[in-house]
């Protein structure tokens, strides 16, 4: 049996989504573990869990003959990869990091650099309400303390929309907040 399949049905049948499997070179085996996702439900995964999942996977690898040095079983963390809709959907009105296949060139239209290829936003669903578009200001965050004049106008905002094909990479943009979780903001 395949390890993407040994792996896949330990940990969906343990009732957690598998996120990511990576094998280094070094014999490291590190699986990436989450809840399945439901609507206005926001579990995160513990230490317990990475240990039920680890335990079973050990048994499960070692019944197929699967041979690895180390097994390492984790949450996305704060920076989880965006791979499949579903991941999108989850997180639209998210602040994420994104890597096109290919830079922006012509269709860059003046707005950006057409070389570029990496963009920070809010993830949100285009006008259409079918794909995914990328909103950013290039205006500088306002440090604190800082006074703003009142009379100052904003940058303006820019949008980029893209498929799920065009990305090389996306991830949730790590954001640490010491003041504790602040409830997702509804619309």
Known sequence: MA??????ETVTGLGYDLVDIDRTAGGLLRITI?????PGSELFINVEDCEKVNRQLQFALE???VSYSRLEV????IDRPLRHAQDF???VGSLIDITLKLPMATDAAGMVNPSRKKFRGTLERDATGQGWQIVWSDEPPVKPGQKVSKKRVPLP???????LEELREA?????????GRKPKETA
Do not use: C, H, M, Y
């Open 74 to 77: 984790s949450s996305p963390g």
């Open 34 to 38: 989450d809840w399945p996702w439901q």
């Open 63 to 65: 019944v197929d003959g």
């Open 157 to 163: 905002l820019n949008a980029l929309g893209f498929t």
């Open 171 to 179: 991830r949730l943009a790590p954001v640490v907040d010491f003041k």
């Open 3 to 8: 390890l993407q399949q040994i792996v896949q």
């Open 89 to 91: 959907e989850r997180f």
